[in-house]
């Protein structure tokens, strides 16, 4: 498995006065849909393992996340261009830990596949907070809150969305798995999962999120003690809302079996991490056809791909960078790797790649770099700046466990 740069959108809802509180819980409880006995469906663009699609605003598109970890959101520039107005404010906190506050609007129209949701609260938030955001280009988010108004199968074999108010129209044939969940204010489903007899209750289930499995650290701390089943690094471990996390250690862990509901998957590799964070996401949910029903609070999971045994092995350079203020940075490094044996570091600035200098980059070239750091190659050379000197780097792809 090579290490993907991870994201996740998800949001919480902080309510520190009752009035505020009433005022938000208000605005997004709100919505309706127009039609009724409808079917839909719409095309996602699955690139960035995290599906975005087209939806209709007052007649022009947009291009939106498909995020049940999250309520609806729109950007501040198309608060501004629609004219919106407020109607809440609170702060919201993010998959990172940050908090900051932020408007609470109401959306008069959005239209997906051709079906109208009307009413539609949504949080106003700077989608330019980070070069990962600037990479996705993208003006809003489908949240749950609006998701709960019907019945959802995502199709991730073909990359497509089909919701409905009524379930019988979805396809709901074939092998299945069904878990119950609990849904939060905002409508985001949790669920529970039982990690080598650790039961881990409300874990988000989230396609806004480009990883696997995350979890806090602090119950598995003694059931991987050795280096065949666990692995760890210091550095950036995720991007949430707000930007990159703090610096922190976190821990790749093979796990012996991972039970949701009836289903269990044996020997995958998940990721902990030294605060509260459960997340569930795509790259466990893409192998599935999922079918998401808020009335009956169900989720139900449709094998496409047999990867209930396959093994996860974490083969890599050793490192993952990001971009800090225009420069390549080294983000992560992880112990007893390449990059670690080499002696590079977290912070350090990286000036070129092979023949490909970092400087100056395009913001395409920024882009390709970050999705695509190198996967197609077994042996890699870095020429970092580190105290105002050149230093080069040769690295060697490898399993870590």
Known sequence: MKTPTIFSLLLFLLFFTSCNRLKTISVLKSGTTSQTNFVGSIPFDFSKKIPFINVKIEGKEYRFMYDTGAPCVISTEL???????ASATSKVGDSSGVKEKQIYTTLNQVELGGINFQDIGAIVMDLNTSEIFDCLDFDGIIGANLMRMAKWEIDYQKNVLHFSDNINKLNTEGESYVLDFSPVRSGTPYVDITVDEVIVKNVTFDTGSAGYLTLPAKPFKDLYPNSDTRQSGYGV??????????????????????????????????????????????????????????????ITLYPTVDNTDKNDNLDNFGYNTRFDNQKVTISYIFNQSSADKAGLKVGDEVIKIGEFKTTDLTSAERCALLFKPYDDVDNISLVILRDGKEIKFSLARSPLF
Not at 79 to 85: A, N, R
Not at 287 to 295: K, L, T
């Open 237 to 298: 471990t995720s991007y949430g809302a707000y930007g990159p996390s703090s610096l922190d250690t976190s821990f790749y862990v093979k796990t012996n079996s991972i039970n949701i509901g009836k289903l269990t998957e044996s020997n995958k590799m998940i990721e902990l991490e030294n605060r509260n964070k459960e997340i569930l996401g795509n790259l466990f949910l893409e192998n599935y056809r999922v079918i998401m029903d808020w009335d009956n609070e169900i």
């Open 79 to 85: 608060y501004k261009q629609l004219g919106l107005e």
